[in-house]
């Protein structure tokens, strides 16, 4: 009997370790893409993060590329198993297949505190925002708010930069796009209701790419109270307003709020209250370092490139001699802005403010000969065709005429990402880093106050140390 039992018990063991063995080789993907997954959990965390933090992060992506594979490589980063898709057609392939193959993905962190995500909101909702956005931040739209983005550039370089010897620029670029997307975002421009949003917002945007522990003390524990603290004051401001459209002591264009207030969807269904707060906070941090990001690069290089700093300066030039006193920017004005417009792009190329994104395998696919098992996460990076010599010849030269005529060949460059999920504040990036550049160069020539400054990736790209500059008045 007893020897019945231990016969059954080792038929038992075998059974299930042959179903066990079989189900692993059955799921077994069958050829993952060449490349190495690193530590356990961190994987290959740190020399990504590293290479960035040593101003590289191209680095990380092409000693890979060069190793494995120009197409796709494997790796792991925060703790999930990852594709790195290359070049154009890595792009081509994830930009098409948005909600078919892959969806959007962000790091734990973000999701707690980023309210856009499909993930935090349910996805319905974030599908119907995604499709309202464009509505709000198209150029049709924004074409209105030229002129107080004009008033606020002025109220913001008299404030910050004129009868100054020496400023430190990307705090104040920061202090720009904030007090924008303040005004036009919820109508606060008052510079002290501006400043209580902004020691919050700073905790929140460096909290939000962090190692989410949520407990006092850590970065992340303060980004969660912060955006709790600025949610609160946004549903405060959408009621208020609710009570002064009603009374019409507000305007329905006046902002963005306003727009997603009187805006419903196919349906005829509002938006709630907490909702809005939610998507304002979503397109503050969307919008907050990436811009100013960018306007400090554009500082930077015009400082290194006098001959391209002479170009900006004459067309703007050519711009402000057409304004009568107080007459602000308009839309025609922008247009004829091509050649800074070009300047602005190749900064873009060259220090794009995101890396790049992740999205996640929504099941088993094939890629280029590789298979990519459902759950993987994938990363496209701006700079695999950014400063890819095969994409842009001599890519590290500064060449704004890249962008003359048909420009870049399709999915090459793309700071703004692309296909469905493409950055909905590219139009409103593009004004505000046009109106910034106008009044730099319309008011003063500049020289880094530190010739080589070190550039840190962190996630957007900074000089180390802010980019000190000696400002040189037209005027003096
Ligand atoms: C130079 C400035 C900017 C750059 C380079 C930039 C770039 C990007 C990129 C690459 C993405 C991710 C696309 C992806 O997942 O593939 C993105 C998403 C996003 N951006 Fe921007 N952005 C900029 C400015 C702005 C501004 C000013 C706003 C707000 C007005 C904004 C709002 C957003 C939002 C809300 C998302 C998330 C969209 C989603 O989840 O579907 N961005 N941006």
Request: net charge positive; hydrophobic share 40%; charged share 25%.
């Amino acid at each position: 009997m007893e020897f019945f039992f231990v016969s059954l018990l080792t038929l038992f063991v075998l059974c299930v370790s042959l179903s066990l063995h079989f189900l692993f080789f059955k799921n077994k993907p069958g050829n993952l893409p060449p490349g190495k997954t690193g530590w356990p959990f961190v994987g290959e965390s740190l020399e990504f993060l590293s290479a960035g933090w040593k101003g590289h992060p191209e680095k990380f992506i092409f000693d890979r590329m060069a190793k494995y594979s120009s197409h796709v490589f494997r790796t792991s980063l925060l703790g999930e198993k990852a594709a790195v898709f290359c070049g154009a057609a890595g792009n081509k392939f994830l930009f098409s297949n948005e909600n078919k193959l892959v969806q959007a993905w962000w790091p734990d962190s973000v999701n707690k505190v980023f309210p856009s995500s499909t993930q935090t909101s349910s996805k319905e909702e974030a599908i119907k925002m995604r499709k309202m956005l464009p509505n709000f931040l198209k150029p049709e739209a924004l074409q209105r708010y030229i002129g107080i983005m004009d008033t606020i550039a002025q109220r913001h370089f008299a404030a910050g930069w004129e009868n100054k010897e020496e400023i430190v620029v990307f705090p104040l670029a920061k202090r720009y796009t904030f007090w924008l997307a303040c005004r036009l975002f919820v109508s606060v421009e008052d510079p002290d209701h501006v400043a209580r949003f902004a020691d919050p917002f700073n905790l929140l945007a460096s909290g939000l790419i962090s190692i989410p522990i949520d407990l006092p003390g850590t970065p992340f524990h303060r980004a969660i109270k912060a955006s709790n603290f600025i949610r609160k004051e946004l549903v405060a401001i959408i009621k208020q307003r609710k009570i002064d459209l009603a009374e019409g002591r507000a305007s329905p264009t006046q902002d963005i709020l306003s727009h997603m207030l009187l805006t419903s969807d196919e349906n005829g269904k509002f938006m709630q209250e907490l909702d809005i707060a939610d998507k304002i906070l979503g397109l503050l941090i969307g919008g907050h370092d990436t811009a100013s990001s960018a306007c400090t690069f554009i500082v930077k290089y015009l400082a290194e490139l006098p001959e391209v700093y002479e170009g900006v300066y004459k067309e703007q030039m050519e711009i402000a001699k057409t304004k009568g006193p107080g007459e602000l920017l308009n839309w025609d004005d922008i247009q004829k802005m091509k050649y800074s417009w070009n300047v602005a792009c190749e900064v873009l190329r060259l220090a794009p403010p995101l890396q790049g994104a992740f999205r996640e395998a929504l099941t088993d696919f094939m890629y280029n000969g590789f298979s990519i098992p459902k759950g993987w996460k994938i990363y496209w990076s701006a700079n695999s065709t950014h400063k890819n010599p095969e994409v842009f010849a001599e890519p590290m030269k500064f060449d704004p005429s890249r962008f003359e005529g048909a420009g870049p060949a399709p999915y090459t460059f793309v700071p703004f990402g692309g296909g469905p999920r493409m950055c909905p504040g590219k139009e409103y990036a593009r004004l505000e880093i046009l109106v910034f550049m106008h009044h730099l160069v319309k008011r003063f020539k500049w020289e880094k106050m530190i010739p080589d400054e070190k550039i840190v990736v962190d996630p957007m790209p900074i000089p180390a140390q802010g980019l000190p500059v000696r400002l040189y008045s037209h005027k003096a």
